[in-house]
């Protein structure tokens, strides 16, 4: 079971991983009394609840994940960037708007750090942000409905990974840019991409009542990797801070030409300077193309709007908005702890955390202590910022998190370890063993002011043999810590969906009062929908033919149709009548190409059918609804296109 | 006989908490309704406990073949107990009236109780045959028929008061603010009515103390 570890540190000749973690048996708490002991911990007793929800991204799946904490029971996955044939997303005519973009529709991306928004640094549980780094986009999710609401595009950008963290009032959800590109993207050679490649980082607005985003400004940054962020709080509230990698600004194998500057930066942006800036009329606006989406819980309908500008920030022309502070060895995180006074860098390929000030940083910076420049913008000294150093023993520091009680946990990559030290003497306490290959941990509200420090989920890249072998490939695996002792523990593992980078949790107990059961069917404003039994009908509009239809327990109003005919594109709009918690109803048909659909208690959904063979075609509800289940059902009869017979439909005829 | 009216007037008074609050309560829950459905009877009509509770237990009283549930419209009771209640609050308000003024005794006010009694048992016996009607008379095409062991089809009529386990339901049915208020209101008439009687008893009784000694 140590043997990966083990091999990879041999890999890399490590002495320290040896000296420091030589004596870790991961095995040793899963013996005896302290098992059951561990077992009782996340034990979640039938009919109980959990006390937190974690929403972990699905990586590659496009999606988000909720997980109960301590219990590691899914809920449900929320489908975001990618389409999902369980309820239709992506495939009801409703829905596909919301995965439009630039580039047409993408049913698919790589979605990465969740974060729940915040008011006075505190997670409020309105909504859920989510980057698509693919395809540049940030999702909002409703949490009152644990619905995709809105997508944005971001232009400009490329490989959207510096995201979607926010700023502690919700003001901003940023989407920096891992990649730099050409900006305006234009045919040019790539080996020049020193100087002439740039990188956006796009402050996207939230509307404080409704969510609803908007890109405010990019700042156009010299040509680096923006790889991680996070916003300052409490005294540095105002500042968002970036970790770089590729400063030597390399186009080609990366692996060791970006790894040469003994330091990349942190890019600490004063963004309320940058505001102050913009609202004074400030930056240029530059013709873009990228889309807007928006989800209407009234209309149960997703819009898309192509945007054609944005407007973008030369950082040079706001002088004090923006520093590079040198940080040794490509860092990859970039945390904030709960207070606001510390900025920890993590240097992937270093063994040691780097600790920044943020009181002197602002005196270095009053003091206009340089140590040079790049592209124009200031470079703070190393020295005059640094806080202290965390000398860990582990190696290749990724991600820190904190507990609100002056710990920070730190994830090791390639030690495949969580590091407990402490804020402000900078010493180790202690440290526990992941398996294996943590990327991100997680502690409830650890990115806000008030974290509730009580567990930490480590996310591992591999699994190996956690889980019963299910062929070549295995979920990856989430660890549960419980940290509410000195010591760390490891009382739980279970596997997650897709590549889970980072997640967010918050207490079931702000999230569970708020959750919507029902949408109501007289608030239903779909422009198809059947809210009368006695609407149902079925209108012909040229070779369109459209379906209003109703469905309760548990039948479908009409459920004989014809005068259909071949060629025909059938829109069937379904109106779910049911007005109970949790009773969806489904629909399919045979030879529906799409999707099938899962309609809520007062929704609207329509699935396009077009038949291409004469015949009697039954359709039926696909969500296990009342003990007449199989008994919701119907039939379309499709005749020849050049057929007579008269569009007609009944109900108990 | 002043404060026996007083007594009095607040006692018919209490009916009126009958327009603001309901009568009755029924609720049902089941393994699958870990948040009972209820209905909350009120003079006026029915509603649901919850906003769609009514149209939740139709729904599932469609598998059985039950009627689904009145609407205000649909049942002369709900037009005409609102009238009978306000002319029980008038009547028993002018017997107080009329007591404080001296025109009347105390035997009018549990005259007033009795009446009031038996339109209530009227009004029971009334809502009673409701319930049984709603839960026996049910439609010949209903797609789930449970007979009883002696053969019988099985009804469902809702207990008039306490609690009956109807095929996975527990259906409870009691009185609710609305009763108690009218059940206060009720006995303050009865108190009214003693209170009056021992003023008078108790003035008698010295008259006849004073007979005697004299
Ligand atoms: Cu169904």
Redesign the pocket.
């Known amino acids: 079971m140590k043997k990966y570890s083990l091999y990879l540190v041999a890999i890399l000749g490590s002495v320290l991983f040896l000296s420091g973690c030589g004596d870790q048996n991961g095995k040793a708490s899963s013996n005896g009394a302290l098992a059951s002991n561990n077992a009782e911990k996340v034990y979640v007793a039938p009919g109980e609840h959990d006390e937190f929800y974690a929403f972990m991204s699905g990586g590659y799946s496009g999606n988000v994940a909720v997980y109960g904490l301590p219990s590691g029971r899914m809920f449900k996955e929320i489908p975001v960037f990618s389409q999902f044939p369980t309820n239709g997303y992506g495939y009801s005519e409703e829905t596909k708007p919301m995965l439009e973009t630039s580039f047409g529709f993408i049913p698919a991306d790589d979605s990465h750090h969740p974060d729940i928004s915040q008011t006075n640094g505190e997670l409020d549980g309105r909504w859920l942000f989510i980057n698509g780094n693919n395809t540049p986009r940030i999702a909002r999710i409703d949490l009152k409905t644990f619905e995709t609401a809105e997508i944005i595009e971001v232009p400009n950008s490329a490989g959207n990974h510096s995201s979607s963290y926010i700023t502690e009032n919700s003001e901003y959800v940023v989407a920096g840019t891992r990649f730099s590109v050409p900006i305006p993207q234009r045919d040019m050679p790539i080996k020049d991409y020193k100087g002439n490649f740039k990188g956006a980082l796009s402050f996207i607005s939230v509307e404080p009542e409704t969510g609803s985003m908007d890109i405010k400004f990019q700042l156009i940054m010299p040509g680096f990797n923006y790889d991680l962020s996070h916003p300052g709080r409490g005294k540095s509230h105002g500042w968002f801070f970036f970790t770089t990698y590729n400063t030597e600004e390399a186009n080609s194998l990366l692996e060791v030409n970006a790894s040469q500057n003994d330091k990349d930066f942190i890019a600490a942006v004063n963004w309320k300077k940058i505001e102050e800036y913009v609202e004074n009329g400030g930056g240029t606006m530059v013709p873009a193309n990228y889309t807007h989406n928006v989800y209407s819980d009234e209309t149960h309908s997703a819009t898309s709007t192509m945007k054609k500008e944005v407007l973008t920030v030369d950082p040079t022309k706001v002088p004090g908005a923006i520093f590079f502070m040198p940080t040794p060895k490509s860092p990859h995180g970039v945390d904030v702890n709960p207070t606001g006074d510390y900025i920890v860098g993590n240097g992937k390929l270093s063994a040691d955390l780097t600790v920044f000030s943020f009181d002197k940083m602002i005196a270095a910076i009053d003091g206009k202590k340089f140590d040079g420049e790049a592209y124009g913008l200031p470079i703070l000294k190393f020295e005059d910022v640094l806080a202290g150093q965390v000398k860990s023993g582990g190696l290749g520091p990724l991600h820190t998190e904190f507990d609100g009680q002056g710990n920070a946990y730190t994830t090791f990559f390639i030690s495949s370890e969580v590091v407990k030290w402490k804020v402000g003497t900078w010493e180790v306490i202690d440290r526990k063993p992941t398996f294996y290959s943590v990327g991100h941990c997680m502690i409830p509200g650890g990115n806000s002011r008030k974290p509730f420090g009580k567990y930490l989920v480590s996310m591992n890249k591999i699994t190996k043999d956690r889980y019963l072998p299910t062929g070549p490939e295995l979920e990856h695996s989430a660890q549960l810590y419980d940290i509410s002792g000195d010591k760390m523990e490891l009382i739980y593992d279970f596997p997650t969906h897709g590549e889970p980078h980072y997640a967010a949790a918050i207490p079931a107990s702000i999230l569970a009062p708020k959750s919507q059961k029902i949408y109501k069917l007289a608030e239903n404003e779909h422009p198809f929908a059947t809210k009368n039994v006695s609407d149902a009908r079925i209108v012909h509009d040229g070779n369109e033919v459209h379906v209003y239809m109703a ?1 309760i ?2 039948h479908f109003t009409p459920d004989n149709i014809e005068g259909i005919k071949v060629g025909d594109k059938v829109y069937f709009h379904i109106t779910n009548h049911e007005q109970d918690f949790d009773v ?3 629909f399919m048909m045979i030879g529906q190409k799409n999707s099938g659909l899962l309609i809520m208690p007062g929704q609207t959904k329509t699935s396009v059918w077009e038949p291409k063979q004469e015949g009697v075609w039954p359709f039926y ?6 003990a007449l ?1 199989q008994e ?1 059902q119907g039939y379309v009869r499709v005749s020849p296109a050049k057929s007579n017979i008269d569009l007609s439909w009944s109900l108990g005829e | 006989m002043k404060r026996a009216s007083i007594i009095m007037i607040v006692g018919a008074l209490c009916l009126l908490g009958l327009f603001a609050f309901p009568l009755w309560n029924i609720m049902l829950g089941a393994p699958q309704y870990p948040d009972p459905l209820g209905m909350n009877i009120h003079i006026t009509g029915i509603q649901g406990v919850s906003e769609f509770d009514l149209q939740n237990i139709d729904g599932l009283n469609h598998y059985i073949g039950m009627k689904t549930i009145p609407k205000a419209d649909e049942m002369w009771e709900f037009n005409v107990f609102p009238i009978v209640i306000i002319g029980m609050v008038l009547l028993g308000v002018l017997l107080g009236i009329l007591g404080y003024l001296g025109k009347i005794d105390y035997r009018y006010f549990l005259g007033w109780f009795l009446l009031m009694s038996i339109l209530g048992i009227m009004g029971m016996y009334d809502f009673n045959l409701w319930l049984t009607d709603y839960g026996s008379n049910l439609d010949p095409h209903a797609i789930i028929k449970v007979i009883n062991e002696d053969g019988t089809p099985m009804t469902y009529k809702p207990p008039l008061f306490g609690y009956k386990k109807l095929l996975n339901f527990d259906v409870s049915s009691i009185p609710a603010t609305g009763a108690w208020l009218m059940f206060v209101g009720m006995a303050l008439t009865v108190v009214a009515f003693l209170v009056g009687w021992k003023s008078t008893g108790s003035h008698s009784s010295h008259q006849n103390h004073k007979l005697a000694t004299s």
């Open positions: 469905m327990r548990s969806p109803h489904g509800c696909t969500d296990f609804c009342s289940h919701m």
